[in-house]
């Protein structure tokens, strides 16, 4: 699954960017559009297993993981922040 995380100032109005370019009606309008924010998108995007789903919401066809739950699972460094079930054992 990729998904779009929204971390910084420039994530956020592309991501709009991209929302205003699937209401375009003329597909030359859409792909020229599409082409000037391409490598942006691709930029924010991380590729995860689908387990991770949930933590996301989905708009538009991509999995958003939006700005104000970034730091509990993104780190710049590091990337997407992988928390691993454990289990207690009694």
């Known amino acids: 699954m990729d998904a779009f995380v929204i971390y910084d100032d420039l994530a956020q ?3 709009k960017r991209y929302c205003d370019m699937l ?3 003329d597909y030359y309008d859409r792909r020229r559009e599409y082409l000037e924010i391409k490598n942006i998108i691709r930029d924010y995007t991380v590729s995860l297993p689908i387990k991770y789903h949930s933590l996301f919401d989905e708009q538009f066809g991509l999995y ?3 700005r104000e739950r970034v730091v509990d699972c993104y ?3 590091i990337g997407f922040i992988r928390q691993e079930k454990s ?4």
């Open 13 to 15: 109005p592309t991501f």
């Open 75 to 77: 780190n710049e460094e």
């Open 23 to 25: 209401k375009l009606t």
């Open 64 to 66: 958003i993981l939006p």
């Open 87 to 90: 289990y207690d054992i009694f």
